[in-house]
């Protein structure tokens, strides 16, 4: 889950964080209405039980005594001296250092009488200073205060998590979007609404490798401008790309597998194979046009011609990835969106390649020609 407690995290960020919260309880009830969404729950608890201690600043300074030292005994007496000053005994026969703290055995704090009595010395009493009761010097009242205030870019944040079972994320992730678009309009002023966990992993991991696609594709074109020396051969080379897209949605969409990281890793590795195979059709058919034979014959030539070589080289990346795409084995589903978007895409590209890309090249070149 990338460091949170749950693969959703829903934050509220905002100074008023009463407001928010009540925002977060209203989003809370609409999220369990998501089919899929489980273990809803706001992190933070607020009503958590606190016993406020007011010194009596007049009382303590008449006694020689500040807040600070009412603060600094109280604190010992409730959680050991270590958390103020460490102490160690070594023992004389081993060497062995022990830790030592003062501390108020909690059989002895078992209420708030017992709590009332505690003495308070400013730790000076060894020179003269009477210790005092607690009770005479500050009062006691109950009280509710949230359990942790959790920040996120220093503004405090309320924590919606939430689980995903019998979906996929990205449908989840969808819908919660959808909710907090329908629910901006009561957000309180100043504050904001972001998603995180792997709800925002999972987008811009999206975001990243629709990108590198586009720009493989552009890459590629790019190299074969280079390579052939025109624009237009490179063009009909990536018409196939088209058709290994399609081959990679009818795959996805056969398997009943969703639309992931590992499935458009597949994708990117799928267009280079098919436009490698693309560029033995092109080659071979400019080939023949340079030895004189018209558009329509060089196209079908290369067809007829590359077919056992672009059939065989599709064939062996299509037959390697099955075992991938099956999802055998322990943790193979993981892998397996990514095997069967490149069985896909090839299955749909090698059509393409062998009967669409000749036509294409033919429609061009004849044109030109006449």
């Keep these: 889950n990338f460091g949170l407690p749950a ?94 703290a003062a501390q108020t055995p909690q059989f002895r704090l078992a209420s708030l009488g017992d709590l009332a009595t505690t003495p308070v010395t400013g730790g000076a009493a060894s020179g003269g200073r009477t210790a ?70 999972m987008t811009d991991s999206f975001a990243g490798l629709l990108l590198g696609l586009a720009a493989a594709i552009v890459l590629v074109y790019l190299l074969i401008v280079v390579n052939f020396q025109s624009w237009l051969d490179p063009f009909i080379i990536i018409t196939a790309l ?6 990679i949605v009818w795959m996805l969409f056969l398997s009943d597998t969703p639309v992931s990281v590992p499935a458009l890793t597949g994708a990117i ?25 018209d558009a329509a014959h060089a196209a079908v030539q290369a067809g007829v011609t590359r077919f056992r070589p672009v059939l065989m ?14 999802g055998l084995g322990e943790g193979g589903e993981q892998n397996a969106p990514l095997g069967r978007a490149v069985i896909g895409g090839l299955i749909f590209a090698t059509l393409a390649t062998l009967f669409f890309v000749p036509t294409v090249f033919n429609l061009i070149h004849g044109r030109r020609s006449h």
């Design 7 to 100: 693969p959703i995290d829903v934050q509220v960020s905002g100074l008023n964080v009463e407001a928010n919260r009540a925002h977060a309880q209203a989003l809370l009830a609409r999220l369990h209405r998501i089919p899929g969404v489980v273990d809803l729950r706001i992190q933070q608890a607020f009503d958590y039980p606190q016993l406020n201690v007011e010194v009596d600043r007049s009382k303590a300074a008449l006694l020689g005594l500040s807040e600070t030292d009412v603060a600094s005994d109280l604190l010992v007496s409730l959680s050991g001296s270590s958390q103020t000053t460490l102490s160690f005994w070594i023992d004389p026969k081993s060497g062995t250092q022990y830790a030592i």
């Design 242 to 247: 088209p058709a290994a897209l399609a081959g």
């Design 269 to 293: 590795m799928c267009m280079g194979v098919a436009t490698a195979n693309s560029v033995l059709v092109v080659s071979f058919a400019r080939e023949r046009m340079n030895a004189g034979d």
């Design 132 to 201: 005092q009761l607690l009770a005479n010097l500050a009062s006691f009242h109950r009280s509710v205060a949230p359990a942790v205030v959790s920040h996120y870019d220093a503004t405090p944040v309320v924590d919606i998590f939430g689980a995903v079972e019998g979906a996929d994320l990205g449908f989840v992730a969808a819908q919660i979007q959808r909710v907090l678009a329908e629910s901006k309009s009561s957000l309180p002023r100043g504050s904001q609404v972001a998603v995180h966990g792997q709800v925002k992993t």
């Design 313 to 326: 080289t599709a064939l062996a990346m299509i037959i390697g990835m099955v075992p991938m795409a099956l």
